[in-house]
């Protein structure tokens, strides 16, 4: 999955490497910041399938790949990913020879910085035994969550796959009724407590900005 950048590939300093579900949200940082901060122009954004997503051992090859790829093209590149389930793989990618000064997202998964990492804290230490949603997985949730997990095949595995959960928890990005009955719905088809928190994009427009500055 790709998204077309607002730079050509002439001008295009920076490259992106991230994950499909941050798409919007990474666009639309690009968007809002251009009109204070050109630098914003040189930056350019390559998506995996966000669909990864359920299978994070394959992200660090995927990467790579990218990486390798996009090389010689670029004077920056940044991984648009935080760990994300991979146990340290894409870490461990970033630390080997030729990958010096390329960087990652901070925390554990999206919902951390989301929310920011002490707030996450803070909050997995108060509501243990929940599942997370954000407004890519609440607009994909059918088809990440119940035909990904084969739900809607195996009906009986829902109470097999969230039987140590208790609540649903919904860190929202955007302030949009639509999504925040859809994250509801979510939560009664998954016999859960509803609860909403209003994150912005936290931790990841600043991350972004921290790597446009260094364009100048």
């Not at 390329?102 to 910085?113: D, I, N, S, T």
């Not at 035909?147 to 796959?161: A, C, I, S, T």
């Amino acid at each position: 999955m790709a998204v077309l950048p607002a730079a050509t590939k002439h001008q295009a300093k920076l490259l992106v490497i991230a994950c499909g579900a941050l798409a919007r949200e990474m666009v639309w940082l690009q968007k809002s910041n251009l009109e204070t901060n050109s630098l914003w122009q040189h930056m350019e954004l390559q998506c995996l399938d966000a669909e990864l997503h359920n299978r994070p051992k394959s992200i660090a090859a995927k990467l790579r790949d990218k990486i390798e790829q996009n090389r010689h093209r670029f004077d920056n590149i940044f991984i648009g990913y935080a760990d994300c389930g991979t146990g340290g793989e894409i870490d461990r990618l970033l630390e080997e020879e030729g990958m010096q000064g390329v960087e990652r997202l901070p925390g554990a998964h999206c919902y951390a910085f989301y929310a920011g990492q002490q707030r996450f804290a803070e909050l997995a230490e108060r509501e243990l035994g929940t599942f997370y949603l954000t407004d890519f997985l609440v607009e994909h949730f059918e088809r990440l969550v119940i035909k990904g997990l084969k739900l809607d095949r195996y009906p009986e595995l829902r109470e097999q796959v969230f039987a140590h959960y208790k609540k649903l928890v919904y860190l929202s990005q955007r302030q949009d009724q639509h999504l925040q009955r859809a994250a509801r719905d979510a939560a009664d088809f998954l016999n859960l407590d509803f609860v909403h928190h209003h994150c912005g994009y936290g931790e990841l427009g600043t991350a972004l900005e921290t790597q446009i500055l260094k364009l100048k």
